[in-house]
C-alpha cells in the first residue's frame, strides 16, 4: 500500500521560497560601542565628514568643522548605517559597478573599529522602486559579493549642517 500524507498550507509555502527570501536583510550591523570614529565623504556636495570616539560617549568632529560632537548625533548617524536593510540583491561583478553608480558614489562611508577590520559602505545611483513613496540605492560593502538595494532616506541624517552635531552641554 501508498500512503497518504497532509501537509499544512504553511510548510508548502515555506519550500517554494527563493533563496534571496532567507537571506539576512540587515547588510551593515555592528555594535556602536566597538566604534573608533567614522569617516563619510558625501556628493555632490563635496563634504568630508570624519568623527572619532575620544572617550565613552564622547565625539570630537575633525572634519568639515573642528568640534565636540553630541553623543546622540554620532550614535543616530552609526545607527543608519547599521539599521541598512536590503529590499533586493543584486550579483556584483566588477563589470557593473558603474551601471549602480558606484564609479562616482554619492555617499562613502568607512567606520572604523577597535576590534576588527573597518567597514566601507558606499551608495551609488537611485535604484528603481515600486512605491513612489521609498527612495532606493543601490549600496555596496567592501569585499562582499552582492551590491544591495536600499532604502536611501535612512541616508540622510548625513546631509545635515555639520554645525548642528555640537555637543552644546559643558
Not at 552609526?78 to 558614489?105: H, M
Amino acid at each position: 500500500g501508498s500512503a497518504i500524507y497532509t501537509v499544512q498550507k504553511a510548510a508548502v509555502d515555506y519550500y517554494s521560497l527563493t533563496l534571496d527570501q532567507f537571506r539576512e536583510r540587515r547588510f551593515a550591523t555592528f555594535d556602536t560601542k566597538d566604534v573608533t570614529g567614522f569617516r563619510a565623504a558625501l556628493e555632490p556636495a563635496g563634504v568630508v565628514l570624519d568623527i572619532e570616539r575620544v572617550a565613552d560617549r564622547q565625539w570630537q568632529m575633525k572634519s568639515p568643522l573642528e568640534m565636540a560632537v553630541n553623543d546622540d548625533h554620532a550614535r543616530r548617524l552609526l545607527g543608519r548605517i547599521s539599521a541598512l536593510k536590503a529590499v533586493r540583491f543584486e550579483p556584483k561583478a566588477e563589470a557593473n559597478l558603474q551601471q549602480y553608480g558606484f564609479d562616482a558614489p554619492r555617499m562613502d562611508v568607512t567606520v572604523r573599529f577597535a576590534s576588527r577590520a573597518e567597514m566601507r559602505v558606499q551608495v551609488g545611483a537611485e535604484a528603481p522602486s515600486d512605491s513612489r513613496f521609498d527612495e532606493l540605492a543601490y549600496v555596496l560593502l567592501d569585499n562582499d559579493d552582492t551590491v544591495y538595494v536600499a532604502r536611501s532616506g535612512l541616508l540622510e541624517e548625513f546631509n545635515r549642517d555639520p554645525s548642528t552635531m555640537r555637543n552644546r552641554r559643558v
